[in-house]
Protein backbone atom coordinates (compact mmCIF):
# COMPACT_ATOMS: atom_id res chain seq x y z
CA UNK A 1 0.00 0.00 0.00
CA UNK A 2 1.68 3.38 -0.39
CA UNK A 3 1.22 6.21 1.69
CA UNK A 4 2.53 9.29 1.71
CA UNK A 5 2.72 11.45 5.40
CA UNK A 6 3.69 14.62 5.87
CA UNK A 7 4.88 16.23 9.32
CA UNK A 8 6.59 19.59 10.50
CA UNK A 9 3.80 21.95 10.04
CA UNK A 10 2.69 24.13 12.80
CA UNK A 11 2.46 27.92 14.34
CA UNK A 12 5.23 30.34 13.80
CA UNK A 13 5.60 34.13 13.84
CA UNK A 14 6.21 35.66 9.85
CA UNK A 15 10.32 35.75 9.29
CA UNK A 16 10.88 32.50 10.87
CA UNK A 17 11.45 28.72 9.43
CA UNK A 18 9.62 25.54 8.98
CA UNK A 19 10.59 22.17 7.48
CA UNK A 20 8.31 19.85 6.23
CA UNK A 21 9.13 15.93 5.46
CA UNK A 22 6.78 13.70 3.61
CA UNK A 23 7.64 9.57 3.79
CA UNK A 24 7.11 7.64 1.36
CA UNK A 25 6.34 3.90 1.54
CA UNK A 26 5.04 1.45 -0.94
CA UNK A 27 6.86 2.44 -3.72
CA UNK A 28 9.11 4.68 -4.84
CA UNK A 29 8.39 7.94 -7.12
CA UNK A 30 10.89 9.74 -10.21
CA UNK A 31 8.87 13.15 -8.93
CA UNK A 32 7.82 14.57 -5.82
CA UNK A 33 6.34 17.90 -5.15
CA UNK A 34 4.51 19.96 -2.76
CA UNK A 35 1.02 21.81 -3.12
CA UNK A 36 -0.74 24.51 -0.72
CA UNK A 37 -4.04 25.33 0.18
CA UNK A 38 -4.67 28.79 1.26
CA UNK A 39 -7.88 29.51 3.49
CA UNK A 40 -10.69 30.04 0.88
CA UNK A 41 -8.29 29.23 -2.02
CA UNK A 42 -7.29 26.63 -4.62
CA UNK A 43 -4.89 24.31 -3.85
CA UNK A 44 -1.95 25.77 -5.32
CA UNK A 45 1.74 24.68 -6.53
CA UNK A 46 5.24 25.37 -4.33
CA UNK A 47 8.02 23.04 -5.79
CA UNK A 48 8.56 20.03 -7.22
CA UNK A 49 11.49 17.89 -7.48
CA UNK A 50 12.92 15.06 -9.75
CA UNK A 51 16.90 15.24 -10.84
CA UNK A 52 16.39 19.05 -10.12
CA UNK A 53 13.87 21.20 -8.28
CA UNK A 54 11.13 23.62 -9.80
CA UNK A 55 9.51 26.64 -7.58
CA UNK A 56 6.79 28.94 -7.82
CA UNK A 57 7.57 32.60 -8.03
CA UNK A 58 6.10 32.98 -4.73
CA UNK A 59 8.60 31.05 -2.88
CA UNK A 60 11.89 31.17 -5.38
CA UNK A 61 14.85 32.45 -2.91
CA UNK A 62 13.01 31.69 0.64
CA UNK A 63 11.96 27.51 0.19
CA UNK A 64 14.40 24.93 -1.06
CA UNK A 65 12.76 21.32 -2.08
CA UNK A 66 15.28 18.54 -1.43
CA UNK A 67 15.09 14.90 -1.26
CA UNK A 68 16.55 11.63 0.23
CA UNK A 69 16.13 9.12 -1.50
CA UNK A 70 17.99 6.53 0.67
CA UNK A 71 14.66 7.74 3.16
CA UNK A 72 12.15 7.71 0.04
CA UNK A 73 11.73 11.07 1.67
CA UNK A 74 11.25 15.03 0.41
CA UNK A 75 11.86 18.23 2.46
CA UNK A 76 10.45 21.93 2.38
CA UNK A 77 12.84 23.91 3.61
CA UNK A 78 10.65 26.97 4.39
CA UNK A 79 12.53 30.25 5.05
CA UNK A 80 11.36 34.08 5.51
CA UNK A 81 7.85 33.03 6.26
CA UNK A 82 5.20 35.39 5.74
CA UNK A 83 1.26 35.34 7.26
CA UNK A 84 0.36 34.77 3.09
CA UNK A 85 2.21 31.02 3.09
CA UNK A 86 -0.40 30.14 5.60
CA UNK A 87 -2.29 26.83 4.06
CA UNK A 88 -2.21 23.07 4.23
CA UNK A 89 0.57 22.14 2.60
CA UNK A 90 0.43 18.67 0.78
CA UNK A 91 2.61 16.35 -0.37
CA UNK A 92 2.12 14.46 -3.87
CA UNK A 93 4.26 12.21 -5.82
CA UNK A 94 4.12 10.38 -9.11
CA UNK A 95 6.52 8.64 -11.66
CA UNK A 96 4.49 9.53 -15.13
CA UNK A 97 5.39 13.36 -15.41
CA UNK A 98 6.62 15.44 -17.85
CA UNK A 99 9.04 18.54 -17.60
CA UNK A 100 5.88 20.34 -18.72
CA UNK A 101 3.58 18.99 -16.23
CA UNK A 102 5.65 19.28 -12.78
CA UNK A 103 3.51 21.91 -11.62
CA UNK A 104 0.40 20.29 -12.50
CA UNK A 105 -1.75 18.73 -9.47
CA UNK A 106 -3.93 16.67 -11.71
CA UNK A 107 -0.59 14.95 -13.10
CA UNK A 108 0.18 13.38 -9.64
CA UNK A 109 -1.92 10.31 -8.68
CA UNK A 110 -0.44 9.72 -5.01
CA UNK A 111 -1.04 12.54 -2.07
CA UNK A 112 -0.47 13.09 1.64
CA UNK A 113 -3.34 13.96 4.28
CA UNK A 114 -2.02 17.44 4.57
CA UNK A 115 0.21 19.42 7.34
CA UNK A 116 -0.85 22.77 8.72
CA UNK A 117 1.66 25.52 8.11
CA UNK A 118 0.19 29.06 9.97
CA UNK A 119 2.34 32.11 9.90
CA UNK A 120 1.84 34.29 12.34
CA UNK A 121 2.17 38.52 11.99
Known amino acids: QVQLVESGGGLVQAGGSLRLSCAASGRTFSSMAWFCQPPGKEREFVAAITYTAYYADSVKGRFTISRDNAKNTVYLQMNSLKPEDTAVYYC???????????????????WGQGTQVTVSS
Open 92 to 110: AADSTITRSAIRVQARYNY
